[in-house]
């Protein structure tokens, strides 16, 4: 972990303390990405160079002993929300435009439940260290770090992260309403740290690419806030498509 993750893990068990009473017995976590080469060539079958960076989203969860998932976003003003395993898909459980990250949330459950992932009740906390709308993917992060979470509550201690990532994708487009291609996913849930990840999208085979040790990548906030969904993504793709 770098230094500044250090720093996010006490708050988010003290958080998961606050709200649930016991401390948690499994932490996940997902990066960020930028992007260096390839704009909308994920979805046409190309290449792309992304790299993960050190802001993540975290989950710290705990087994209940029921079939509910208890859910709070601290960095959301603390919001909460109950899932029911048995229908992850009720009304109760789709959010709007002040509790969107509960569509993620719900998506991932139900489609790790599709797959036959045998998710067990549990308690849970997401926090993370990324502005949000900045074009860092943090929405992939939070669908990351969701499934990674609820793949060790099921037990599932082998996790194969290019399927991981390919329900991300998934959950975008069912649950979030955004066409996205695969890169997202993909190097936020198989990036490695000191790397870029060079990504063949006709077939998902990955590549990593060691950044040079003289060569720094900084990120620099516009201030301008940007989303896929309300944004001209699903246009683009649309345009893409129609051009091939």
């Given amino acids: 972990m770098t230094r500044h993750e250090n720093a996010l893990v006490p708050a ?25 080469i390839g704009e909308h060539t994920d979805y046409n079958d190309g290449f792309v160079l992304p790299m993960a960076i050190s802001r993540h989203t975290m989950v710290a969860a705990r087994p209940n002993g029921t079939a509910m998932l208890n859910l709070v976003a601290a960095d959301m003003g603390d919001a909460q929300a109950c899932i029911a395993l048995d229908a992850p898909n009720a009304p109760e459980n789709i959010g709007g435009a002040s509790d969107h990250w509960l569509n993620y949330a719900r998506g991932m459950a139900h489609l790790l439940l599709a797959s036959g992932v045998k998710i067990p009740g549990a308690d849970i906390v997401i926090m993370g260290d990324m502005p949000q709308g900045a074009g860092l993917s943090s929405s992939a992060a939070l669908e990351m770090a969701l499934g990674l979470a609820l793949l060790q509550l099921a037990g599932n201690g082998s996790v194969d992260r290019t399927m991981l990532a390919k329900l991300g994708q998934q959950c975008e487009h069912d649950f979030a309403g955004c066409a996205c291609g695969i890169m997202d996913q993909l190097v ?8 870029a990840l060079l990504i063949d999208c006709r077939s998902l085979a990955c590549q990593s690419v060691a950044m040079p040790d003289d060569l720094m990548v900084m990120i620099v906030h516009s201030g301008v806030q940007r989303g896929l969904v309300d944004g001209h993504y699903n246009a683009r793709r649309q345009q893409c498509f129609a051009a091939a």
């Fill in 12 to 36: 988010l068990e003290a958080a998961f303390i606050r709200h649930f009473h016991a401390v948690p017995t499994i932490i996940a976590r997902a990066p960020g990405r930028v992007n260096l």
């Fill in 188 to 195: 936020s849930a198989r990036g490695q740290i000191g790397h």
